[in-house]
């Protein structure tokens, strides 16, 4: 049974006002988007401008700015013993984040009862990954540094960056073992796999992919942290190179930090280069991201026997 419709009942509806509307909130969006895209070009831009001027005003030398420690005078200062404390720092942070981070998403996602306390973990998750990093900093300085006698060493830089980094991981591994198929895992079931037989040949390679994502992506972030690595007591002049996990250090963005409030100019260019020195961090370590999920994507298409 069709329903007459009233002459002009389309014609009643004024879609104009809607339609302007609409273009006004996609050119919102589109200015937002591009404003936020030209300052960081602008930021770039000014960094590297800054780095050239150091480079040909100062005449430093690349390779001695690279391999030498720090020191009192610019001429001298370098930031090598920068770079490998923070080659140490990522290493630890990432064996200590990543484990316990897929370890408790599997959790989560596969054991945990679907019940109110696991929703209130989920949530409590996602709001330990915004608190801010200086509190993580506090809590290391307070529990590990004074009360547990480890000191300002590498180690506690570290944990206190994987404290920092353990619920971005979690968020992002639990994401990404639910977006498996459920039938992949029922598959798994019908040909006679355990549980654990199916998260491991299973699900875990399918996973794989935006777990490492996630995790490259937080270490990302955690190389370019200096809030908590100030409160955990890290030197501010990185005199020599770290020997290992109990070694006192600077970090690059620590490092960074000192240089800038010197009042020597060239200090300030020596600050500039080390920025560009950790982009180029940043850029490897997103680079390697995608790699590895390409990779991962192309070669975990097909599941593992089980």
């Not at 290391?140 to 570290?158: E, H, K, P, R, T």
């Not at 800038?260 to 080390?274: H, I, K, S, V, W």
């Amino acid at each position: 049974m069709s329903t007459k419709r009233e002459p002009g009942f389309l014609a009643d509806v004024d879609l104009t006002r809607e339609k302007l509307v609409n273009r006004l909130f996609y050119g919102t969006l589109v200015v937002a988007s591009l404003f936020g895209l030209v300052m960081l070009v602008l930021l770039i831009a000014d960094v590297i401008w800054e780095a050239g001027q150091a480079l040909s005003t100062f005449d430093i030398d690349i390779g001695t700015f690279l391999t030498a420690t720090s020191s009192s005078r610019p001429e001298r200062a370098g930031f090598g013993a920068s770079i490998l404390a923070s080659l140490w720092l990522i290493g630890l942070t990432a064996v200590l984040a990543f484990f316990i981070a897929v370890g408790c998403a599997i959790y989560l996602v596969e054991y945990a009862p679907e019940n109110r306390t696991t929703r209130l973990i989920e949530a409590n998750l996602a709001n330990l990954a915004g608190v801010p990093s200086i509190v993580y900093g506090l809590l290391v300085l307070a529990l590990i540094v004074n009360d547990a006698g480890l000191g300002s060493v590498i180690l506690a830089g570290a944990i206190a960056l994987a404290l920092l980094i353990v619920p971005i991981i979690i968020v992002a591994t639990i994401e990404s073992i639910r977006a498996v198929p459920s039938s992949v895992r029922d598959g798994s079931y019908a040909m006679g796999a355990t549980k654990w037989q199916t998260i491991r040949r299973v699900v875990l390679p399918q996973a794989m992919p935006g777990i490492l994502t996630g995790t490259i992506l937080a270490l990302a972030r955690a190389i370019g942290e200096t809030a908590p690595l100030i409160m955990v007591g890290t030197m501010l002049h990185a005199t020599r190179y770290p020997s290992g996990p109990l070694s006192s250090f600077s970090a690059m963005p620590t490092q960074i930090y000192n240089w800038t409030y010197q009042a020597d100019r060239m200090f300030n260019g020596l600050a500039a280069l080390g920025i560009v020195v950790l982009l180029l961090f940043l850029v490897a370590m997103y680079a390697l991201a995608g790699y590895l999920r390409n990779r991962y994507e192309t070669d975990g298409g097909s599941i593992s026997n089980v």
